[in-house]
């Protein structure tokens, strides 16, 4: 069955990085775009990074652009997310996605002085 397990979450402050991964198995890697979300407190969850099967293309929410990169290891099956120039406003549980319906448990990201 598919899996997402995200990690990397933390406490950090204004202006410092983060690196989230996702660790994925039970399904095709190498032939699945993946995408990463995020939450935060008495929000919508909304789409913040994509990458394309191929790792060719990504694609960034307005909100990010520019400060976070999303990446992918075929080897280790995982999805990762460098966030740089953090922001309280990037606070929020940050979750993995893949396809309709399969989503990880999510890693906490605060981001607070």
């Known amino acids: 069955q598919v899996q997402l397990v995200e990690s990397g979450g933390g406490l950090v402050e204004p202006g410092e990085s983060l690196k989230l991964s996702c660790a994925a198995s039970?399904?095709?890697?190498?032939?699945?775009?993946m995408r990463w979300y995020r939450q935060a407190p008495g929000k919508e969850r909304e789409w913040v990074a994509l990458?394309?099967?191929?790792?060719?293309?990504?694609n960034y929410a307005d909100s990010v652009k520019g400060r976070f990169t999303i990446g992918r290891d075929y080897n280790k099956y995982t999805v990762y997310l460098q966030m740089n120039s953090l922001k309280p406003e990037d606070t929020a549980v940050y979750y993995c996605?893949?396809?309709?319906?399969?989503w990880g448990k999510g890693t906490l990201v605060t981001v607070s002085s």
């Open positions: 996605n893949y396809g309709i319906n399969h």
């Open positions: 039970g399904f095709t890697f190498s032939t699945a775009s």
């Open positions: 990458i394309s099967a191929s790792g060719s293309i990504t």
